[in-house]
């Protein structure tokens, strides 16, 4: 009976890693009648499947195996639940402020005396109450939960951006370098450990004003998107090397697989073998790398806002409210806790998420 | 050895001065008008003249580089008097030599670095060792949970929350103050130590679950198991043979982290109020000063560097077979 978990696994696995050639012809699970929804895992099969097999099997592409195992990884839904919460805030920013009836500029604090003489909420607690869910901020005396949406809203749409044009980037110098290798491999590697060598945090830092200016001239008052604009160019610049290096790596070792060499064979064109060949294995990495990419950028841009280069006042945003906060924790402390513990919910979420994704996609990974 | 620290060496010299080409080409041959840009939003015309001349931006980019270049080696007469000769040029804001406020602010920077990397490696490693050791117990998965969480906060948002509960409310620790090796050594340390507290939080995790899994997959090897064969204690041969094995590529990835250790250092910083480089890249960048913010660049990136060959110098140590590759 060890035949059968034992030899499972192998085929299940090789479809879903690098091997798609593997894909067409094993991308097959045994089912029996009562699991025909669910995808049986190799090491619950039970012995009953034996009789089974040759009457139940039933086709599923890599992609199906992938989302009915990430189905059954509880921790992992919770986290895409979480995930998908905070993408649902960021983009209807609008509607949620529209249906609470505050917006994010607004000085309420000041219009309804709701500051003392110091610049600090009144009431208690950084005047949480029942018209400000989570309080006023000091000083201006905007309505948190109005910042906290938008802010969310202008860190995401940042931190989206940045993840997807690097992305972009190092799978394209990823398979170029991989797939054409030589003087080629070796220019764009010497380039990519350049980059790699720059101190991140002060090239971010002393970079925006610089992009800034090749847009408006230094005397004028730019624009928000400009500024959002320079963040994500500045952040993109040092973002794509690492996920170019794996997959630059991934497609060394698929370049010389059979069904590669059968398609160069066949006369397939350089950019058919890596649209058609090279690209449909490299994806899992990419997805898993993104996922976990994307925090890393929501923190570094509120972190740059935090430091005051990155977005300025008024335009609410996710690290302006700690660079905010930070100055009034002795006296209003509150008002730390919203945007801080938002950001590590929402950073525990999507780290477990992209662990998830990973499992998922790639069983052979041990943690 | 000797041959391999060379090699290094000479690498980490081409990548220094590509960096200073790339940073100085950035800086000064990118923007439309670099003497605007440091002028500000208050700008007249006598003024932008004067930083004109004095960045010598009346010249061609080449040029100007070369003469950076030359200034930094061998110093340079410029229009405020001589500038001798580690020269970065004179900041616009203080009208003090670069150098000499940047050796005013490094020494925060590097013992909040240092402080935070011993601190986040012996916790990290720590943690790893234990949980290795204990594979499957309730410790092992608080230790993973905790350094999890760890990882998902920010030094921005734990920062001021560590100052309020320990400095201002329990009164345990000193709020942060720079470090001043020559008057007071022991102060210096115990300013810093919560500030590198909070900075090594972040690392946590990282290092924790590589040092388990390395030493996990380490147990498993042949010698390893030959040795307990041999009737050597369990402990003797977890922390010789197993440890030995899982040290190299953790030192591989501290090296890959210093980078971004240094980012963690400026936030530290600027949180807690320290004036180290950090905080002088940011005034350096609102002030728009920029040979300030190309002394900062360049001697982060030096720093980086340095501390790169330094780190490969203890890998070779412990892995002979990496000085011959």
């Known amino acids: 009976m060890m035949g059968l978990p034992g030899l499972l696994p192998r085929f299940l696995r090789a479809p879903l890693g690098l091997d798609r050639g593997f894909a067409a012809t ?10 025909a929804t669910t995808y049986p895992e190799p090491s619950r099969s ?37 995930v998908a919460f905070f993408i649902l805030v960021a983009v209807f920013a609008p509607v949620i402020t529209w249906l609470y009836g505050k917006n994010a500029y607004t000085l309420y604090g000041q219009d309804d005396n709701l500051l003392n003489s110091y610049g600090l909420p009144v009431k208690a607690n950084g005047g949480i109450d029942a018209d400000h869910w989570f309080g006023i901020e000091p000083g201006l005396g905007r309505d948190i939960f109005a910042l906290l949406v938008y802010g969310i809203r202008t860190s995401l749409g940042i931190s989206l951006c940045v993840t997807l044009l690097s992305v972009a980037l190092g799978v394209c110098v990823g398979l170029v370098q991989g797939y054409l290798g030589g003087g080629t491999d070796y220019v764009v590697g010497r380039f990519s450990d350049l980059m790699m060598a720059f101190p991140s945090q002060l090239f971010f830092i002393a970079f925006t004003p610089v992009i800034i200016a090749m847009f408006v001239s230094p005397s004028d008052q730019e624009p928000t998107w400009i500024r959002f604009t320079a963040l ?82 008024p335009t609410p945003d996710w690290g302006l409210m700690f660079q905010d906060a930070a100055q009034y ?39 | 050895m000797l041959r391999f620290l060379v090699r290094r060496v000479l690498g980490a010299i081409v990548i220094l001065l590509l960096i200073s080409a790339v940073t100085y ?42 003469q950076y270049m030359i200034g930094i080696f061998l110093g340079r007469n410029m229009t405020i008097g001589h500038c001798s000769a580690p020269c970065f040029g004179y900041s616009f804001a203080s009208q003090q030599p670069v150098w000499s406020t940047l050796m005013n602010r490094y020494p925060t920077t590097v013992t909040l670095a240092a402080m935070g990397a011993l601190i ?25 949970a905790v350094s999890l969480t760890g990882q998902s906060v920010q030094i921005y948002f734990i920062g001021p929350l560590a100052i309020y509960l320990f400095a201002d409310t329990l009164g345990w620790l000193s709020r942060g103050h720079d ?89 530290t910083e600027y949180t807690f109020g320290l004036h180290g480089l950090g905080q002088l890249a940011v005034s350096a960048v609102t002030q728009t000063d920029l040979p300030l913010e190309m002394g900062v660049m360049l001697f982060g990136a030096a720093a980086i560097v340095i501390a790169n060959i330094i780190v490969d110098a203890c890998y070779a140590v412990i892995d002979p077979r990496i000085r011959l590759s």
Not at chain 1, 60 to 76: E, M, V
């Open chain 2, 25 to 66: 080409f950035l800086f000064f041959a990118l923007p439309a008008d670099p003497a605007a840009l440091s002028c500000g939003k208050n700008c007249n015309p006598q003024t932008l003249a004067l930083i004109r001349k004095n960045l010598g931006l009346d010249e061609p980019v080449p040029v100007q580089y070369w």
């Open chain 1, 232 to 313: 994500v160019l500045v952040q993109f610049a040092l973002g794509w090397m690492s996920l170019g290096r794996l997959v630059r790596a991934q497609v060394l070792s698929l370049r010389t697989r059979e069904y590669v060499e059968a398609a160069h064979l066949s006369g397939a064109s350089p950019g058919r073998i890596i649209r058609r060949e090279l690209l449909p294995n490299v994806w899992s990495t990419v997805l898993v790398q993104a996922t976990l990419l994307l925090p890393l950028n929501v923190t570094a841009e509120a972190g740059l806002s935090f430091l005051g280069v990155g977005m300025q006042k």
């Open chain 1, 329 to 367: 924790y002795r006296s209003d402390i509150t008002y730390m806790f919203f945007p801080g513990i938002a950001m590590v919910v929402f950073v525990v979420a999507f780290n477990l998420l992209g662990d998830a994704v990973r499992d998922a996609l790639d069983p052979r990974t041990v943690r």
């Open chain 2, 120 to 144: 986040f490696l012996v916790i990290g490693v720590g943690l790893g060792l234990i949980s290795a050791a204990r594979q499957g117990t309730a410790f092992d998965k608080i230790a993973s």
């Open chain 1, 26 to 35: 094993v991308g097959v699970t045994m089912s029996s009648p009562t699991q």
């Open chain 1, 46 to 82: 039970t012995g009953g499947a034996d009789a089974t097999v040759a009457a139940e099997i039933v086709g599923r592409s890599p992609r199906q195996l992938a989302w009915l195992r990430f189905k059954r990884d509880r921790t992992g839904i919770v986290c895409a639940v979480i």
């Open chain 2, 179 to 267: 470090p001043d090796w020559t008057h007071d050594p022991v102060g210096s340390i115990t300013g810093m130590i919560l500030p590198a507290m909070v900075m090594s939080v972040i690392f946590w995790s990282n290092y924790s679950r590589q040092t388990r899994s390395l030493m996990v997959e380490q147990l498993s090897e042949d010698h390893v198991r030959t040795a307990r064969a041999k009737g050597m204690t369990s402990r003797y041969v977890f922390m010789r043979y197993a440890l030995r094995g899982a040290m190299g590529p953790i030192i591989t990835i501290f090296g890959m982290d210093l980078s971004s250790v240094f980012g963690g250092a400026i936030i």
